[in-house]
Nanobody, 121 residues
Framework: QVQLVESGGGLVQVGGSLRLSCAAS????????KGWFRQAPGKEREFVAA????????YYADSVKGRFTISRDNAKNTVYLQMNSLKPEDTAVYFC??????????????WGQGTQVTVSS
């Protein structure tokens, strides 16, 4: 069973930083595109960022561009999301995803359980 396990969420003040990590359980996921979605209370899930399997291409939602950075370490089968200059509207549950074609596929094949990020003002 494929598992994506997120960590690194928490409570941070406006303007602060957090780094999310997501470790994949199966080696075959090293050649999958990886990414992050988020869901705020009362809102639909939305795309945040994605990175190609090689790490050569990255994609960001306009709302996080310039503040968030996605990266991956295939040796560790882990993807990261560095979040800087956090705003209250970044408060959400963040989900790690893996798929063969991100960000084109709006519903990725594999999802983590989610990690809460709360930005206090």
């Amino acid at each position: 069973q494929v598992q994506l396990v997120e960590s690194g969420g928490g409570l941070v003040q406006v303007g602060g930083s957090l780094r999310l990590s997501c470790a994949a359980s199966e080696a075959r996921l090293k050649i999958y595109d990886k990414g992050w979605f988020r869901q705020a209370p009362g809102k639909e899930r939305e795309f945040v960022a994605a990175i190609s399997w090689s790490g050569g291409s990255t994609y960001y939602a306009d709302s996080v561009k310039g503040r968030f950075t996605i990266s991956r370490d295939n040796a560790k089968n882990t993807v990261y999301l560095q979040m800087n200059s956090l705003k209250p509207e970044d408060t959400a549950v963040y989900f790690c995803v893996a798929d063969g074609d991100l960000p084109k596929n709006p519903v990725p094949a594999y999802w983590g359980q989610g990690t809460q990020v709360t930005v206090s003002s």
